[in-house]
C-alpha cells in the first residue's frame, strides 16, 4: 500500500522552512545593527569622558 501525500503538505513544509530561515536571517542582522549601535554609544561616552577629564586638567592648570 502506497500512502500518497497532498501536494500541500509538501507546501506548508516549504514554508515553514523558509520561514524559520528568514526569521534566522534578521535575527543575525538586528543583532548586528544593536551591536553598532552600541558601539557607537561606547564612543560617544568615552569622548564625553575624555572632555570632562581636559576641562578638569585646565581647570586645575588656570587654579594653580
Known amino acids: 500500500m502506497i500512502l500518497t501525500i497532498p501536494i500541500w503538505i509538501y507546501?506548508?513544509?516549504v514554508g515553514i522552512v523558509v520561514s524559520a530561515l528568514m526569521a534566522i536571517k534578521t535575527g543575525r542582522e538586528?543583532?548586528?545593527l544593536e551591536l553598532e549601535n552600541?558601539?557607537?554609544?561606547?564612543?560617544i561616552y568615552i569622548?564625553?569622558?575624555?572632555r570632562e577629564k581636559e576641562m578638569r586638567e585646565e581647570l586645575k592648570a588656570t587654579g594653580e
Do not use: H, P
Open 30 to 32: 538586528e543583532r548586528k
Open 11 to 13: 507546501a506548508v513544509v
Open 47 to 50: 569622548k564625553r569622558l575624555e
Open 38 to 43: 552600541i558601539e557607537q554609544e561606547g564612543e
